[in-house]
Nanobody, 124 residues
Framework: VQLVESGGGLVQPGGSLKLSCVSS??????MGWFRQAPGKEREFVAA????????YYGDSVKGRATISRDNAKTTVYLQMNSLKPEDTAVYYC????????????????????WGQGTLVTVSS
């Protein structure tokens, strides 16, 4: 199973970006995004369950991010708006066989597979 992210890059503060993650080999019950900034711990960004499309968001991106998936449930997207310099990080796609719930969706060990990451830099 391979997760491949794309869509990262340099964006100005206040701008928008859409990240994509394609899963090859299988579908997952939960797919999500985490990020890690230099010198900081990995942080949960967002996740979506395949069955009911229930969405979860991290506090730092709530209201500015939208996670979605395609009908085949093999691709997950993260639309980020009103980007801030503190959003600068490597964004990682993650996927789980579990139907994650609120108590587990933010934990890294809930996820079975991880992508290599895509760098998002928010700077003027």
């Amino acid at each position: 199973v391979q997760l491949v992210e794309s869509g990262g890059g340099l964006v100005q503060p206040g701008g928008s970006l859409k990240l994509s993650c394609v899963s090859s080999g299988r579908t997952f019950n939960t797919m999500g995004w985490f990020r890690q900034a230099p010198g900081k711990e990995r942080e949960f960004v967002a996740a979506i369950r395949s069955g009911d499309a229930h969405r979860y968001y991290g506090d730092s991106v709530k209201g500015r991010a939208t996670i979605s998936r395609d009908n085949a449930k093999t691709t997950v997207y993260l639309q980020m708006n009103s980007l801030k310099p503190e959003d600068t990080a490597v964004y990682y796609c993650a996927a789980s066989r579990l139907n994650a719930i609120a108590s587990s969706v933010r934990r890294g060990d809930t996820y079975d597979s991880w992508g290599q990451g895509t760098l998002v830099t928010v700077s003027s």
